[in-house]
């Protein structure tokens, strides 16, 4: 049976509309939008429900060996179960002296409740004990927990005491390697520290560049340089204030590294690290006058790891937060390239007007920033064995001259001119049907993560898919760090306000029809024949259809795309003259083109219906504005999508004289109900007061019977609220009376009657 809908002038006032606007920057729209209630009622999202009096919840650790993820948040250490974060967590109370936090709301520093123990560091230590780190009131702590899997053995058995020293790490807005002192940030472990007997051959506070200028560590990574391990070095991403302009708001990101077996200079940086090299790390977007665009602050990065251990993928998230242009980068480096960058000259500022010039002098021996022992410096055990020259050189010039730019010098990901930016940032690899893709979870400062792939097209570029933008908390808060499990195909996300972990894909949101499977071209989902699922390389190829890199449905989903638009359910709308009609169609996809035809009912021709004047095209359908008889038809909604047609929906109109509806619903006055609320059939033949009038059995004439029905059914609702809002008013009037009559009469203010007085 079709489904029909009365439309009046009325139900525009109940309509949410919104009409089409352009951008100024194009990029991707997602293919799937889920607010939280939305996620949540698909049950492939589950949120940590215990109560605690904790924020700033970090995910720091994620053992799969033992199917346990370790989060950070302000007091307190927490273990839960990667399979359900809710079953049986374990939690720690770590929180900081009360003396500690005292001295730090005296020292002023709790204006945002920063006095507390922001826990910033978990790292297995053996296999029995974790090594865990937080903050301590501006007064670094750390400890050893046990890793037990009950709460009994959950616990921590000894407290180290770091004292600061100066330490950015102590700050509670900071990543856990964030550091700062006057001069010089690296420090050795405690057990290294020595006298450091003799003197630098001139001040170090003088004709020296310093190391690093209010840095904001965002990531560090081991990654080995070569088959000998004295070569290996510990990478680090951070973003600093601009050396040339240390008081204005500039900041730069930088890529930094350090040989593990750094143990400091003899007699110049003693107990410092002597092997720290720097470099600056550019993603930027040329503009129409060859002039970059750069994103500068750095916020998140994550290596993605290759079969060769020595060259993984880096990805880095970026903003731009200048009064000028916002917006957020990703970008893609590789370590050639960056390896190239350390090899290459060092900064040196030469030259009357003091500025940046790659070093051309003598370079002394061994290079300055090579590792002891390594590749090229097999007799050297130690960097206190490197000559004084090395070790003055490095303190000079820790920067490299050459920056690092990213794969193809330009961005994999942007976005520009939007409300929101980038802060963290997961990378999945997924095998598919059509070979192997990186799928990014992207997530943002609103409280969404956004799932998005780049495949590549001709002439080196790109065309990038955003599969999905779900809303992850109740609480809108930025998000602070994610992980992937690909073995439990989950993403787990933590924030200010809490824990989730959701599902990697929900491929049954896409649609139930082959095409819209297809056109998704997400990796992790196919059509099996009678829905879109879950990916399996080991289901029957008959039966499954993916297309990722080209997303042709014409070819994959033969034999499945002739009932596509035979399942099209044909609705009848009812429009009055003058009046304005609403007509729904919304393609499971915002990247499909869409056109309405029309069919008038004298003809067999459809024709494109001009979208001008009284049409007006929204993003969720037409709206027929003054309405006219010459406008009833069939109207058809069609969505292309790589070259694929298909019918969305189809929708009779039928546009009624505005005169006969008027006669039926206002020229007459409410008709009698019967006890059962419908009108009274009598009274509609005898034609009584209160009955609809002679019209009404024109208009009956004029439908078919099951359309008349639903006519008569419409009618009898507004036949039935109007009478009952009679006799509302009616009750009102006499309740009001019956309460004026009951209230006391004012016999200071009461007039006698005149009667009494003759």
Request: proline content about 6%.
């Amino acid at each position: 049976m079709p489904l029909v809908a009365f439309i009046l002038w009325s139900t525009l006032l109940t309509l949410g509309w919104r009409a089409a606007h352009t951008k100024d920057y194009v990029f991707a729209t997602p293919r799937v939008q889920l607010s939280f209630k939305e996620l949540k009622a698909t049950g492939t999202a589950h949120f940590f429900n215990f109560l605690l009096n904790s924020s700033d919840y970090r995910i720091l650790l994620k053992d799969e060996d033992h199917d346990r993820m370790y989060v950070g948040s302000k007091d307190y250490i927490l273990s839960l179960d990667l399979h359900d974060i809710n079953r049986e967590p374990l939690i720690i109370h770590w929180p900081a002296s009360q003396q500690r936090i005292e001295e730090c709301i005296l020292s002023g520093k709790n204006s945002k409740g920063e006095c507390g123990n922001f826990i910033r560091l978990i790292q297995p230590w053996n296999r029995t004990h974790l090594y865990v780190c937080g903050t301590g009131a501006y007064n670094p702590i750390c400890t050893f927990v046990n890793r037990g899997r009950k709460a009994q053995a959950f616990a921590l058995t000894q407290s180290i005491q770091l004292g600061g020293r100066g330490s950015r790490a102590a700050d509670s807005s900071l990543s856990p390697t964030s550091a700062e002192r006057k001069d010089y940030i690296f420090y050795l472990e405690p057990d290294k520290l020595e006298s450091g007997k003799g003197k630098c051959s001139y001040d170090p506070k003088v004709d020296s560049v310093s190391a690093l200028i209010n840095p904001a560590f965002v990531h560090a990574q081991l990654i080995p340089d070569s088959a000998e391990k004295n070569d290996d070095k510990l990478y680090f991403f951070f973003r600093e204030k601009s050396a040339d302009a240390p008081q204005s708001p500039a900041v730069y990101s930088r890529i930094g590294r350090i040989c593990l077996n750094d143990d400091g200079g003899h007699c110049c940086l003693v107990n410092k690290w002597s092997t720290f090299l720097k470099a600056r790390l550019i993603c930027s977007v040329p503009g129409p006058d060859g002039i970059e665009t750069h994103f500068d602050e750095l916020q998140d990065v994550f290596i993605q790891q290759t079969q060769d251990m020595k060259n993984p993928i880096i990805y880095a998230v970026f903003a731009a937060s200048g009064s000028v242009f916002k917006g957020s980068a990703v970008c893609v480096y590789s370590m050639a390239d960056i390896r190239m960058v350390f090899n290459g000259p060092f900064a040196h500022k030469e030259g009357p007007n003091y500025q940046w010039m790659p070093y051309t002098g003598k370079m002394p021996y061994p290079r300055p920033g090579t590792c002891p022992g390594g590749t090229f410096t097999p007799s050297m055990k130690s960097t206190k064995d490197y000559p004084d020259e090395v070790i003055n050189f490095m303190r000079t010039h820790p920067m490299m001259y050459n920056a690092v730019y990213p794969v193809h010098r330009r961005p994999l990901v942007v976005r520009s001119n939007v409300n929101y930016k980038f802060t963290t940032i997961a990378v999945d690899q997924v095998d598919a049907a059509d070979g192997r893709y990186e799928v990014l979870f992207l997530g943002t400062d609103h409280g969404t993560v956004q799932k998005v792939i780049v495949l590549p097209k001709d002439d080196m570029e790109t065309e990038e898919l955003m599969l999905e933008e779900v809303e992850v908390f109740k609480v809108p808060a930025p998000i602070k760090t994610m992980t992937i499990s690909s073995k439990r195909q989950q993403l787990y996300v933590a924030s200010a306000v809490g824990v989730t972990h959701l599902a990697l894909h929900r491929c049954n949101m896409y649609g139930e029809a082959c095409a819209d499977c297809c056109l998704a071209r997400d990796p992790y989902c196919a059509w099996d024949g009678k829905a879109c699922s879950r990916y399996s390389a080991s289901s029957k190829r008959r039966s499954r259809r993916q297309d990722v890199r080209h997303g042709n449905p014409i070819r994959q989903c033969r034999g499945y795309n002739s009932n596509a638009n035979k399942n099209t359910v044909e609705a009848i709308h009812y429009g009055v003259e003058g009046s304005t009609a609403f007509l729904e169609c919304q393609p499971r996809s915002p990247q499909a083109t869409i056109k309405w035809l029309l069919q008038k009912d004298n003809s067999d021709r459809r024709k494109e219906l001009r979208i001008e004047g009284r049409v007006l095209r929204t993003e969720q359908g037409l709206l027929l504005r003054s309405l006219q008889l010459s406008d009833s038809g069939l109207y058809s909604c069609t969505a292309t999508e790589n070259n694929f047609k298909h019918t969305v929906a189809k929708v009779q109109l039928h546009v009624l004289n505005s005169e006969t509806v008027h006669a039926v619903l206002f020229h007459s006055e409410t008709p009698s109900l019967r006890a059962d609320g419908d009108i009274s059939a009598a009274a509609m033949r005898a034609g009584v007061p209160g009955a609809p009038g002679p019209h009404y059995q024109d208009l009956v004439q004029l439908l078919t019977q099951p359309e008349m029905g639903l006519i008569n059914q419409y009618c009898q609702g507004y036949w039935r609220h109007a009478a009952a809002s009679h006799k509302e008013v009616l009750a009102g009037l006499k309740t009001k009376e019956q309460q004026d009559q009951k209230k006391p009469r004012n016999r200071r203010n009461h007039q006698p009657d005149m009667d009494q007085h003759t």
